[in-house]
Structures are given as structure tokens and as C-alpha cells.
């Protein structure tokens, strides 16, 4: 009796590859090339999504004044410029409008079908990112698209029912010396038991000690990469003292979103 061949085996690498992840924010001046993207992008399109809607599309900025112009929208982010290349990320229902409308029915929509395009295109670009990553690349996430949302909308000519997420640089990583502070090294993440829990979410006392534990960690990383006096808690409360980017459900919602 003959035995099928066992399937070959490649968590290990899988793993590593997961937990080498760091975002890369100095790029070398090789354009990204398009072999390698159709590659990645058709890989990371048998991501799960919701009822197989495939509710998203990823727009890549080839134009060079564009990037030049998205790198200042998005906050004055280098990156957006110098990566070999940059797309930007859209949740969307824009298809599902055009057969419905072929059809003769209504589209209906809410809270909950929007939130599904965020989900999708979500789980879609962070599969594309693994998968450059696995074809050598590094990849950087750029919220900063979101923050003059309406000016990178006009400037990309965005239709309706198509809602630009986030940006992201990929590229070749600049190789750099171990001890310069641009060099990306791995960031520490919250113990497993503060995200991982059996049955019921921990007590709050319980909660923050995982906290502090982290917080010591990162304090150590930010020191080692002169910053010391930083930690992980500090930063969160930071970045939770005021609501940002407030415009954000008129803007949506200008592109046929409800949010209700
Ligand atoms: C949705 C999203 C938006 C982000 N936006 C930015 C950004 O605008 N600029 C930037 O330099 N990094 C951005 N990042 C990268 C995060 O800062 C980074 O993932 C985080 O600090 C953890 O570091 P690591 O990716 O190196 O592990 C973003 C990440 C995500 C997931």
C-alpha cells in the first residue's frame, strides 16, 4: 500500500516570519516591482471575507507629484514618497451598488455594512503585508491618510460608495547599521495573558498588572533606542486624550456610509 506524500511543513518558517514583523519606514529607491505585486495582491485575496462580498480594493499611487502630495497630506510622512510603492487601502460597496442597480433593487445600508468594508479590507491588507513581507519587502501602515481625508479624496478622485482606509508603503528595506536609530528592531507586545483569556475577561487589577509588566518592557526598548522615560501606558493616554480626527463620519458618510 502505497501512502500519499505528507503535505510539506512550513509553520516554523510561518511563525518566524510573523514574529519578525516591524514596520519599515526607510526604503530604498528601487521601485516595487509588478510581478511581485500581482503575486501579493493575489495572494492576499483568498483572505476570508464576509458572505465572500470581497468588500474592498486597494489603489496603487503610481503618479509621482500624487505621492509627493499624499506624503504632505499624510502628516509630512516621508515614507509615502521613498517607499517602492504606496497604495492606498479602500473599504467598498461600490460593486455591490452597480449589481444592484443592474438588478433593479435597493442597496441597503447601515452601521453594520460598513463596518463589514472595514473588516474586509482589513484582513485583506494585513495578508498583503504578510505576503510581502514573505517575498522580502517591508511594509509600513499609514493612518495619516485619514487625516485631511477629504483633500486625498478630491486628489485621488474617489467615487461614492468607496471609502479610503489607510495608506501603505511597501518596499525594499534600507539596509542600515545595527546601531542606528532608524534600524527597525522587533516592538514588544502585550503579554499573551493580557490579550488571551479562558472564558471571561480578567479582573481590572488583574488587567493592569499585566500592563505594568508591559510598560517596564517597553521602557527598556525606548531607552535602548534613546528615548528613554517612554512607556506603553503613557503613550495610550496620550493618544486617547482628545478624539481625533472628528470628521471622519461626515466625510464617510459623503460617500453614500450610513453610520447609524
Ligand atoms: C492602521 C495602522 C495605521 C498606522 N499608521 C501609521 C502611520 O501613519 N505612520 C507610521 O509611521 N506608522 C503607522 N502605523 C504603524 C504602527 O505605528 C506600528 O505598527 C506600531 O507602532 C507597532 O510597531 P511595529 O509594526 O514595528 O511592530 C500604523 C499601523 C496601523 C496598523
Not at 519599515?24 to 516591482?33: G, H, M, N, S, Y
Request: proline share 6%.
Amino acid at each position: 500500500m502505497t501512502t500519499a506524500p505528507s503535505a510539506p511543513d512550513f509553520s516554523d518558517q510561518l511563525l518566524d516570519l510573523l514574529a519578525s514583523h516591524t514596520s519599515v519606514r526607510a526604503f530604498t529607491e528601487k521601485p516595487l516591482d509588478d510581478a511581485l505585486v500581482r503575486r501579493a495582491v493575489g495572494a492576499a485575496q483568498m483572505a476570508s471575507t464576509s458572505s465572500h462580498v470581497q468588500a474592498y480594493s486597494l489603489i496603487r499611487v503610481r503618479s509621482t507629484s500624487n505621492r509627493a502630495e499624499l506624503a504632505e497630506l499624510c502628516g509630512g510622512q516621508e515614507q509615502v514618497q521613498s517607499a517602492g510603492g504606496f497604495f492606498v487601502v479602500c473599504g467598498e460597496v461600490r460593486r455591490h451598488a452597480l449589481a444592484a442597480e443592474r438588478a433593479g433593487e435597493n442597496m441597503a445600508r447601515n452601521l453594520e455594512s460598513f463596518l463589514l468594508t472595514v473588516i474586509d479590507a482589513s484582513l485583506f491588507a494585513e495578508k498583503l503585508c504578510v505576503a510581502f513581507e514573505g517575498l522580502g519587502q517591508g511594509i509600513c501602515y499609514i493612518g495619516g491618510l485619514r487625516t485631511r481625508l477629504a483633500e486625498v479624496d478630491r486628489l485621488l478622485d474617489i467615487p461614492e460608495h468607496v471609502y479610503p482606509l489607510f495608506g501603505l508603503c511597501v518596499g525594499e528595506p534600507e539596509p542600515l547599521d545595527s546601531d542606528d536609530p532608524r534600524k527597525p528592531v522587533p516592538k514588544p507586545r502585550l503579554p499573551l495573558e493580557a490579550v488571551l483569556f479562558d472564558d471571561r475577561y480578567p479582573s481590572d487589577a488583574a488587567m493592569l498588572r499585566l500592563m505594568d509588566e508591559h510598560d517596564a518592557k517597553m521602557e527598556a526598548h525606548y531607552s535602548e533606542r534613546g528615548r528613554p522615560g517612554h512607556n506603553w501606558t503613557g503613550g495610550l493616554v496620550r493618544r486617547m486624550a482628545k478624539p481625533l480626527r472628528e470628521e471622519l463620519a461626515a466625510y464617510y458618510q459623503s460617500k453614500g456610509a450610513r453610520l447609524e
